[in-house]
């Protein structure tokens, strides 16, 4: 059988071999900026959210450092939440951006960390519209930041939002209509004699 020969008459599958034992290395292992992450640094950070001086359960809070990944809380029904990072809880000290988003579904239903984190997309995340101005709920245009320091804190925050409704109302579905009578069968007409 004849391989292709690279031009010094060497078969090229014989460069194979040398190629994954050089390249392999490359790819393998971490990179000299990866560090291992130590979640023993993570400090507690919690507060509380209202909006318009209202406490509103639901609303979900994410901070965003310059580096490694968010911590993200949920408000209950006082407006209180606690962060988690990667499933665990509190935050890495450092700065932050904070974002406050309160997504709604068209049935009405707030939309949590569960519904935003589900493998199978849930039907309300669907329709889901944000309730809170990009100044609040987007990480690209927020105006909120927060500084976390190696005891963690309190970190509160009042929004001010014109024409919030927290609870807006589902659309009321559509009424049966009422069953109109069936025409009657025209009468055959008497043949006149």
């Known amino acids: 059988m004849n391989f292709p020969r690279w031009s010094s008459g060497l078969p090229l599958w014989r460069l194979v071999p040398v190629c994954i034992v050089l390249l392999c290395p490359l790819g393998c292992g971490e990179s000299a900026d990866q560090e291992e ?3 023993s640094r993570l400090v507690p950070v919690q507060g509380v959210v ?4 209202e406490a ?8 965003l450092p310059k580096q490694w990944g968010a911590s993200v809380g949920e408000t209950d029904a006082d407006g209180s939440y ?3 990072t990667a499933m665990r ?3 890495f000290p450092g700065e932050y951006k904070v974002a406050v988003s309160y997504l709604v579904s068209a049935e009405g239903e707030p939309q949590g960390l569960a519904a935003r984190g589900s493998m199978t997309p849930l ?3 669907a329709t889901a519209k944000e309730q809170l101005p990009p100044k609040y709920s987007s990480l690209d245009h927020t105006e909120l930041t927060g500084t976390v320091g190696p005891a963690g804190g ?5 929004l001010d939002v014109e024409d919030f409704n927290p609870t807006p109302e589902a ?4 009424e049966p209509k009422a069953a109109e009578p069936e025409p009657k069968p025209a009468e055959p007409e008497a043949d006149a004699p």
């Not at 209202?50 to 001086?53: L, P």
């Not at 309190?154 to 009042?158: E, K, L, V, W």
């Not at 659309?171 to 559509?174: I, L, R, T, Y």
Request: charged share 15%; glycine share 12%; hydrophobic share 40%.
């Open 37 to 39: 992450v130590d979640f």
């Open 50 to 53: 209202k909006i318009n001086g």
């Open 56 to 63: 509103v359960p639901g609303v979900v809070v994410t901070w």
């Open 82 to 84: 606690s962060l988690e």
């Open 89 to 91: 809880p509190g935050a």
């Open 123 to 125: 039907p309300g995340m």
């Open 154 to 158: 309190t970190f509160d925050f009042n």
């Open 171 to 174: 659309p009321s579905p559509e």
